[in-house]
């Protein structure tokens, strides 16, 4: 089991649909992060937050909005989804950058299916 | 864009065997990283070796590092079937806790 958790573990829904993705951790850490991960490919920065504010969106579609309500929760919210942006979603969060780069602590993801 | 190239993309070997993947990247680094990622879920942190390292050890791991050649290599002695999982180097990228991961290598080892 990871520290850091990730709600619901499935996700099927349709292209009309709002949904939410949850992450919870209680480590201290102060960074956060959104993966998105296709099949057989690395992950893919989507968003950071530093200290409870987005400072990374790698250009992102809008469909798809972060929230960060406090130091261990992240959220991303989901509207108006393409079956393309079917993927294993994965938050992470680690210390804030310094000199050396601390690790990150993944969550097990969300497998989120657009029909 | 992804930075690092890894190789091979999959690897089978028979439980006891060595496994070694590699890893290239393109720009100068202070650290790298590799993560193991079994199918479906999160990617878990293995080790992290900076540049002024040559080579690090953690159980039946070692990493090493040539900053030369601009790449690294991930060696799991004596493989048990718990190993089977996709690997991946992790090298900095822009400011702040960002990273670039590798294309991955997969391994198997069969019992």
């Given at each position: 089991?990871?520290?850091?958790?990730?709600?619901?573990?499935h996700?099927?829904?349709?292209?009309?649909?709002?949904k939410?993705?949850?992450?919870?951790?209680?480590?201290?850490?102060?960074?956060?992060?959104?993966?998105?991960q296709?099949?057989?490919?690395?992950?893919?920065?989507?968003?950071?937050?530093?200290?409870?504010?987005?400072?990374?969106?790698?250009?992102?579609?809008?469909?798809?909005?972060?929230?960060?309500?406090?130091?261990?929760?992240?959220?991303?919210?989901l509207h108006?989804?393409?079956?393309?942006?079917?993927a294993?979603?994965?938050?992470?969060s680690?210390l804030?950058?310094?000199?050396?780069n601390?690790?990150?602590h993944?969550?097990n993801?969300?497998?989120?299916?657009?029909? | 864009?992804?930075?690092?190239?890894?190789?091979?993309?999959?690897?089978?070997?028979?439980e006891?065997?060595?496994?070694?993947?590699?890893?290239?990247?393109?720009?100068?680094i202070?650290?790298?990283?590799?993560?193991?990622?079994?199918?479906?879920?999160?990617?878990?942190h293995?080790?992290?070796?900076?540049?002024?390292?040559?080579?690090?050890?953690?159980?039946?791991?070692?990493?090493?590092?040539?900053?030369s050649k601009?790449?690294?290599?991930?060696?799991?002695?004596?493989?048990?079937?718990?190993?089977?999982?996709?690997?991946f180097?992790?090298?900095?990228?822009?400011?702040?806790n960002q990273?670039?991961?590798?294309?991955?290598t997969?391994?198997?080892?069969?019992?």
């Amino acid at each position: 089991d990871t520290e850091v958790t990730q709600t619901p573990k499935h996700l099927v829904m349709g292209m009309t649909n709002k949904k939410s993705l949850k992450c919870e951790q209680h480590m201290g850490h102060r960074a956060m992060y959104w993966y998105k991960q296709k099949a057989k490919k690395p992950p893919e920065l989507m968003f950071v937050y530093s200290y409870e504010k987005l400072s990374i969106n790698e250009s992102v579609p809008s469909r798809f909005s972060p929230e960060c309500p406090n130091s261990s929760l992240l959220n991303l919210h989901l509207h108006a989804l393409q079956p393309e942006d079917s993927a294993l979603y994965l938050c992470a969060s680690s210390l804030p950058g310094r000199a050396y780069n601390s690790p990150l602590h993944f969550g097990n993801g969300t497998r989120l299916t657009v029909t | 864009s992804q930075q690092g190239e890894e190789d091979p993309q999959a690897l089978s070997i028979q439980e006891g065997e060595n496994a070694t993947m590699n890893c290239s990247y393109k720009t100068s680094i202070n650290n790298l990283q590799w993560y193991r990622q079994n199918s479906g879920r999160g990617l878990v942190h293995l080790i992290l070796i900076r540049s002024n390292e040559r080579e690090k050890h953690s159980g039946r791991l070692r990493v090493t590092l040539d900053t030369s050649k601009k790449s690294s290599s991930l060696l799991i002695t004596a493989s048990r079937a718990a190993d089977t999982a996709s690997y991946f180097c992790a090298t900095p990228r822009g400011t702040g806790n960002q990273f670039y991961f590798g294309t991955g290598t997969s391994l198997t080892v069969i019992p």
